[in-house]
């Protein structure tokens, strides 16, 4: 077990990417401090992990981009388990919309969850991080390095964070953290069916893994292990990179239609 005995704070953990990574983490034999708005399914998650290798699970249930809960959450994590270890900033929303007829709102909205939330986070953790001579890992996506249509500002909150994760690192990198990013490729989650109709899913779906040279979609496990080698020793040697795990997505595809 490569993360046994290490503490890791996990955003966006209710579902999708968020769940896998926990689960994966779990096996490894960390302790969790899970966060997500959906109490039911932040529930069952917790439930997944501690059938795997740990007991030790925490649950906050919250609006990550709300200040007070971001203190609350960091907090609750130190009080429970002493210290801090590894930071998972996974939380993120998807939107689609053309640029010229995007609404201020969905811009707020996209860059509030996907690069304020992680920015200030970070900076609640980071002492403890220090301490710890802990990692962070940032989730971003492959789209940054692709075009395709309707999901520039989402892509643009991403590649922020690619900036943010590079320039972190360096300043980090003194106090003994390291600081990574995963760019995943197409994994089909709730976050991506709720935001479409069930109509474009499927041509997205079908569209998306005849672009992917492997030839088939991504799992949460597999973004997963890559979160673990990163928090682990395996990966001392590693900071300010921004891994694509896409299938071969990014470097043959420019445009998706």
Excluded: W
Excluded at 61 to 74: C, E, H, P, S
Aim: proline residues 3%; glycine residues 8%; hydrophobic residues 40%.
């Amino acid at each position: 077990m490569a993360l046994r005995g290490k503490v890791a704070l996990i955003t966006g953990s209710s579902s999708g990417i968020g769940a896998g990574i926990a689960t994966v983490l779990a096996r490894e034999g960390a302790k969790l401090s899970l966060t997500g708005r959906n109490e039911k399914n932040l529930e069952e998650v917790a439930k997944n992990c501690k059938t795997e290798a740990s007991e030790n699970v925490l649950t906050n249930v919250g609006d990550i981009t709300q200040d007070a809960f971001r203190k609350t959450l960091v907090e609750a994590t130190r009080k429970k388990f002493g210290k801090i270890d590894i930071l998972v900033n996974n939380a993120g929303i998807t939107a689609t919309s053309p640029l010229q007829s995007a609404t201020k709102e969905l811009y707020d909205s996209l860059m509030a969850i996907n690069v304020e939330a992680p920015v200030f986070l970070t900076q609640l953790v980071a002492p403890y991080l220090i301490e710890s001579k802990g990692c962070v890992v940032n989730i971003s996506t492959c789209t940054t390095s692709t075009i395709s249509p309707t999901v520039g500002i989402y892509a643009m909150s991403k590649a922020a964070l690619d900036t943010y994760t590079r320039y972190l690192a360096q300043e980090m990198v003194s106090h003994g953290v390291r600081v990574n990013a995963v760019k995943p490729g197409y994994i089909p989650t709730q976050i991506l069916s709720r935001s479409i109709s069930k109509e474009v899913f499927a041509q997205l779906d079908r569209a998306a893994i005849k672009a992917t040279p492997i030839g088939r979609a991504g799992t949460t496990e597999e973004i997963g292990h890559i979160v673990a080698f990163l928090a682990s020793e395996k990966a001392a040697f590693v900071t300010g990179e921004c891994f694509k795990v896409d299938g071969g997505f990014s470097m043959t595809t420019p445009v998706l239609t």
